[in-house]
């Protein structure tokens, strides 16, 4: 398993934009695909964006966020970004880092979680 830290979140103005970072510990961390989860109160976590391993090429998006957020990886740096644009109120909830050896939308999937950021979007 790989430990993951994430920062970045915070409270927002609807319209307005946040970047998440998710910084990973193992040192074969380009090896992992990584994704961006995330969970409002009282509904189930939900898929945001996912980044294969290595060079990145291939993302996917929830269909709530797709054109909004883009997920990218610096494998130097061993860390995930979530860019979020044009925030709503409706994106509030606490975003989750996870790595797993590739990309899904299945949470369970995923072996190695962070203790969650929390963004706030306000109308």
């Known amino acids: 398993q790989v430990r993951l830290v994430e920062s970045g979140g915070g409270l927002v103005q609807a319209g307005g934009s946040l970047r998440l970072s998710c910084v990973a510990s193992?040192?074969?961390?380009?090896?992992?695909?990584m994704a961006w989860f995330r969970q409002a109160p009282g509904k189930e976590r939900e898929f945001v964006a996912a980044?294969?391993?290595?060079?990145?090429?291939?993302?996917s998006y929830g269909d709530s966020v797709k054109g909004r957020f883009t997920i990218s990886r610096d494998n130097a740096q061993n860390t995930v970004y979530l860019q979020m644009n044009n925030l709503k109120p409706e994106d509030t909830a606490v975003y989750y880092c996870?790595?797993?050896?590739?990309?899904?939308?299945?949470?369970?999937?995923?072996?190695?979680w962070g203790q969650g950021t929390q963004v706030t979007v306000s109308s």
């Open positions: 193992a040192s074969t961390f380009g090896s992992y695909a």
């Open positions: 996870a790595a797993g050896p590739y990309t899904t939308r299945d949470s369970r999937e995923y072996d190695s």
């Open positions: 980044i294969m391993s290595w060079s990145g090429r291939g993302t």
